[in-house]
């Protein structure tokens, strides 16, 4: 099993910027796939940046530029460094780890929400 818990998130004003932190423990090893996904009111969780197999990002087109993704192995934690925030921006962020250990299971945090205002 692995846990998840996001912080960071909070109210800021547009062009502002906001960083989340997403810290994994339990059983952490073989996690392939570490990222981050985001839920407005009445729209489908999409993706933002995720680190994938491999050691690449990706990321969504309309954050590439404004938010960068980084981690530390050391602690197991993810980084999601959001800046130039639009009120367009704001949901509810979520942490996603993908492990494989013969299948695959995802596990998501309990999300954090960001709120942009104009």
């Known amino acids: 099993q692995v846990q998840l818990v996001e912080s960071g998130g909070g109210l800021v004003q547009a062009g502002g910027s906001l960083r989340l932190s997403c810290a994994a423990s339990?059983?952490?090893?073989?996690?392939?796939?570490m990222g981050w996904y985001r839920q407005a009111p009445g729209k489908q969780r999409e993706l933002v940046a995720a680190?994938?197999?491999?050691?690449?990002?990706s990321y969504a087109g309309s954050m590439k530029g404004r938010f960068t993704i980084s981690r530390d192995n050391q602690k197991n934690t993810v980084y999601l460094q959001m800046n130039g925030l639009k009120p367009e921006d704001t949901a509810v962020y979520y942490c996603?780890?993908?492990?494989?250990?013969?299948?695959?299971?995802?596990?998501w945090g309990q999300g954090t929400q960001v709120t942009v205002s104009s």
């Open positions: 680190f994938i197999p491999g050691g690449g990002t």
């Open positions: 339990g059983t952490t090893y073989k996690i392939e796939r």
């Open positions: 996603n780890a993908q492990q494989y250990n013969g299948t695959w299971k995802s596990y």
